[in-house]
């Protein structure tokens, strides 16, 4: 059974950073890519960043780049994301996601909430 369990979230100052963390069972992790999704309240889930299977590419969506690093270690089959320079904007339940044959899987959330 796939499951992705997210860790890492908070409350931070506008500026400051967090790590968040998804560490991931039952499945090859290190053959399938991985991504990191946000949604605000009132909004629509958005695709955040990804990262290919052997972690030799990376993509973010245009309103995090410079700001988020994603990355993974397939020996400890754990996905990150590096958030710094957060803004209020940022704030979301971040959830970590993979697809296997076509069928999405995600983690149940972590919250991160950017406020002063």
């Known amino acids: 059974q796939i499951q992705l369990v997210e860790s890492g979230g908070g409350l931070v100052q506008p500026g400051g950073s967090l790590r968040l963390s998804c560490a991931a069972s039952?499945?090859?992790?290190?053959?399938?890519?991985m991504n990191w999704y946000r949604q605000a309240p009132g909004k629509e889930r958005e695709l955040v960043a990804s990262i290919t299977s052997t972690g030799g590419s990376t993509r973010y969506t245009d309103s995090v780049k410079g700001r988020f690093t994603i990355s993974r270690d397939n020996a400890k089959n754990t996905v990150d994301l590096q958030m710094n320079n957060l803004k209020p904007e940022d704030t979301a339940v971040y959830y970590c996601?993979?697809?296997?044959?076509?069928?999405?899987?995600w983690g149940q959330g972590t919250q991160v909430t950017v406020s002063s």
């Open positions: 039952g499945f090859i992790f290190r053959l399938y890519g």
């Open positions: 996601n993979t697809q296997r044959r076509s069928v999405d899987y």
